[in-house]
């Protein structure tokens, strides 16, 4: 029984912490903006809490609020960079600075350069995982039923009608932007407190991409769509045995097949059955006269 | 005075090939409203189709150019019926997530098949260098900037004075119309992701050359760049992106030999970030999304 | 005579909503023919669907005696059907050359594309002034002459006009219309889709009524002119 456990514990924290931050992707992607920078969120978060824990001897609790301010604040000017862009333009501008964070990183070597920075105490736990998961799932909830959240969402389905309702778009957008991002960086504080390395590579696009397919797989409507799609995505390979090499191109197939079959994801219903509004439907092909 | 003009006559020759990825990555765009993530897959199965005919048939640098081209149209129409007709007209996100679904699973499909680390690909060229005046040039490199200037010429040509080229700028603009002509919008289709993927294949053949390597990941940071370029340049005008990717090519240079190379590869987001604050719609304009 | 272009029972959908519903309608060789009626009621929808850019739920489409509504518009095309769309919708970033290039796409560039060039600058002699500027540069009534030269560049047997004197000057409907009746003495057919039912109905044989997707009337012109209801609801008293 405890080798069960000792074998099933890595995969149980990694899927939580993985539906952390795709709790965060969630959250910014709910006012519209699709984000292909939350890797890079999630590891700033996670470098920012390893030097101030090793370097300066921060408490652990102290190190994850420094974290989260960080990814705050971040995303609130990613959020306010990209309010007046197209939606395209927008996502290439996230994926843009993604990989700019990644070649920072490689070349600062105070906190590690290429070889990553190393050395980080070992404070996650799998219960403390669950905890914050169960906080952040409890935060999303009151966040879709909050004045904020119904604003993103209209702000995302039609930023006319949001404007035109007074809605400040600009705000809603940098705001739930920001938020998505302190959760991202919470996860990156933890996975890095746990990994006890934190290195360039894990901030780049693809793994970027890989949040985003638990949303889009999961479901991008409610907050059961991003856990469901952390959780399954992350333990179902391991169920499969799959190695990491596989795990991708796994990944990169069901991304694509998943969006032109079924671009809402796969959980759509609130579980007690109620159908959110949301948007994605087909382009017509001409309007009628 | 003689490191400026050789530092700004090595960034046109990289330059050249960003110019030769961005059009093809400008053109399925403007053409099909269609961001195509896996394009910088098709510069990768270039570089592999290069060192595979290398390998098994001729070390002819044509020769190698045609198969290094023939693989990555194989490619390129690979994922047009898979990954972009399917979705061609949507939404625009739709495509942007399934062509990186698929560029994702052919990078690391490439992986598998080639491992983790860059192959070698054997030189095809003596390695003659050739002076003008204070300055030298290698053959291979000739044959990049050569390349890729008969590509670039090829493309204006085809698409302002050819019956084709004329029917591609017509469903670009108006797909509805161009088949009430006689077009068949499907075919153009396939055509326009073809020659996108000729074009970066032969950008990825003459890369691969000249750094005598192909890796899986190599068209990441290539495409990336690439990208940035279009949106630097807008995609009005393909005399634009042609004119951007050239002078990205120069200024990578000059920032490498002047400043720092470590900060070579953060120079195209930065110039990003900056253009993009003031000119939303790139330098040159459009986007018509 | 022969029927050209045979229409029934046809029903386009939009969503949940019928745009077309029931229609059926013919175009004998040679003659003009007008669909009449007011905004939304189905006109548009009805040409796309002849042209395969509205998927029919219900309904033939017959061309020359054949079945078109399964083809895809390219092949409709290049039976002998050309379009002239609502709004001109001009290729506006090509040339006013390029745009009849485009028009003479499926026929090739040969002698027989010089010809009717010719044939067709000495319709519209504006166009030749005019030749090499880009088509959005064009004043209305000239970019309407060039959505109509477009079309002919096709040699088409069927000519599909949606609302062409939206949008233009009194006095240029009138010269326009003209150009029409002279485009069908040339022996081709039109099947034309109007508002303005008081010139329609001028220059058309025979003239459809329909509204919000359902065929009202239909008749030969002196009959609809004459008639009190038709001058009521179309033509304004």
Not at chain 2, 65 to 82: I, K, T
Not at chain 2, 249 to 266: F, I, P
């Amino acid at each position: 029984m405890s080798d069960l456990l000792t074998f099933w514990t890595p995969v149980l924290i990694t899927a939580g912490i993985n539906s952390i931050i795709a709790l965060g992707l969630y959250i910014t992607m709910s006012s519209g903006p699709l984000s292909v920078a939350h890797a890079a969120l999630a590891g700033m978060g996670g470098y920012l809490s390893a030097v101030l824990t090793t370097n300066f001897g921060w408490p652990f609790p102290v190190a994850i609020v420094a974290g989260m301010a960080l990814g705050f604040l971040t995303g609130l000017l990613l959020g306010l960079l990209i309010v007046r862009m197209n939606e395209l333009v927008a996502g290439l501008t996230t994926l843009g600075f993604g990989e700019t964070m990644v070649v920072i990183a490689f070349n600062i070597d105070y906190i590690g350069g290429a070889n990553a920075f190393t050395g980080i105490p070992m404070r996650t736990s799998l219960s403390l995982v669950y905890v914050v998961l169960a906080v952040v799932l409890f935060a999303a909830w009151r966040y879709d039923h909050s004045r904020l959240g119904i604003a993103a969402r209209a702000t995302r389905d039609s930023p006319v009608a949001a404007a035109a309702m007074g809605i400040n778009i600009v705000w809603v957008k940098s705001f739930t932007f920001g938020i998505g991002a302190a959760i991202a960086a919470l996860g990156g504080v933890l996975r890095a407190h746990y990994i006890l390395v934190q290195g360039p590579e894990d901030m780049g696009f693809f793994i970027s991409v890989g949040f985003l397919i638990f949303v889009v797989f999961g479901g991008s409507y409610t907050f059961w769509g991003p856990l469901f799609g952390g959780m399954a995505l992350t333990i179902l390979p391991e169920l499969l045995r799959f190695s990491a090499k596989d795990r991708f191109i796994i990944y990169g197939v069901l991304l694509t097949v998943m969006v032109i079959i079924r671009p809402q994801g796969l959980i759509t219903r609130v579980p007690t059955g109620a159908v959110p509004k949301g948007f994605g439907r087909r382009k017509r092909a001409s309007t009628p006269v | 005075m003689e490191l400026f003009l050789q530092q700004v006559l090595n960034g046109l020759m990289i330059g050249s090939t960003y110019a030769v990825v961005a059009l093809g990555f400008s053109l399925v765009f403007s053409v099909m409203r269609v961001v195509n993530m896996a394009h910088p897959e098709f510069f990768m199965a270039g570089a592999f189709g290069a060192f595979l005919t290398i390998t098994y048939v001729t070390r002819n640098v044509v020769g190698v150019l045609v198969g290094g081209m023939a693989v990555a149209l194989a490619v390129g129409l690979v994922v047009e019926r898979l990954a972009i007709r399917p979705v061609r007209g949507r939404y625009v996100m739709i495509p942007f997530i399934a062509t990186s679904g698929v560029g994702i699973a052919l990078q690391h499909g490439a992986e598998r098949l080639f491992g983790s680390d860059p192959v070698l690909v054997p030189p095809v060229m003596p390695s003659v260098s050739y002076s003008l005046g204070p300055l030298s040039v290698t053959r291979m490199q000739l044959v990049t900037l050569g390349t890729a200037a008969v590509l670039m010429l090829a493309l204006r040509y085809y698409v302002r004075n050819t019956k084709w080229g004329r029917a591609t700028r017509a469903v670009a603009e108006r797909p509805d119309v161009a088949a009430a002509f006689g077009v068949d919008v499907n075919f153009v289709s396939r055509l326009t992701v073809g020659i996108s993927a000729l074009m970066a294949g032969a950008a990825g053949v003459t890369i691969g050359l000249l750094y005598t390597s192909a890796w899986a990941f190599m068209g990441l940071l290539f495409g990336l760049k690439s990208f940035v370029c279009m949106l630097v340049a807008g995609n009005r005008h393909i005399e634009g992106v042609m004119v951007i990717g050239l002078l990205l090519g120069v200024l990578e240079a000059l920032v490498s030999g002047y400043v720092t190379s470590t900060l070579r590869d953060a120079v195209a987001f930065g110039v990003l970030v900056v253009v993009l604050v003031f000119k939303p719609k790139g330098l040159f304009g459009s986007y018509d999304v | 005579m022969s029927i050209l272009l045979r229409v029934t029972g046809l029903q386009v959908m939009y969503g949940p909503v019928s745009a077309v519903a029931g229609v059926s309608l013919e175009v004998p060789e040679g003659e003009i023919r007008a669909i009449l009626g007011a905004n939304g009621a189905g006109k548009s929808s009805t040409i796309k669907a002849i042209l395969g850019l509205l998927k029919a739920r219900a309904g033939t489409i017959e061309f020359e005696g054949r079945p078109i509504h399964r083809l895809p518009t390219h092949r409709i095309h290049r039976l002998g059907i050309a379009w002239v769309p609502e709004g001109r919708q001009l290729f506006s970033t090509l040339t006013v050359h390029e745009n009849l290039e485009m028009g003479a796409f499926a026929r090739g560039n040969g002698a027989r594309f010089h010809a009717k060039l010719d044939e067709v600058f000495s319709l519209f002699p504006r166009l030749r002034e005019r030749r090499a500027q880009v088509a959005g540069s064009l004043s209305g009534g000239e970019q309407q002459m060039l959505a109509i030269a477009r079309a002919l560049m096709a040699e088409p047997r069927l000519l599909l006009m949606d609302e062409p004197s939206l949008g233009l000057a009194p006095k240029i409907v009138q010269r326009l219309f003209e150009q029409i009746q002279e485009i069908n003495a040339g022996g081709i057919s039109i099947l034309m889709v109007e508002q303005n039912a008081r010139q329609a109905l001028k220059i058309a044989h025979y003239a459809y009524l329909l509204e919000v997707g359902r065929l009202v009337g239909e008749g030969p012109s002196r009959e609809l002119e004459a008639s009190e209801n038709v001058k009521r609801v179309y033509l304004g008293g």
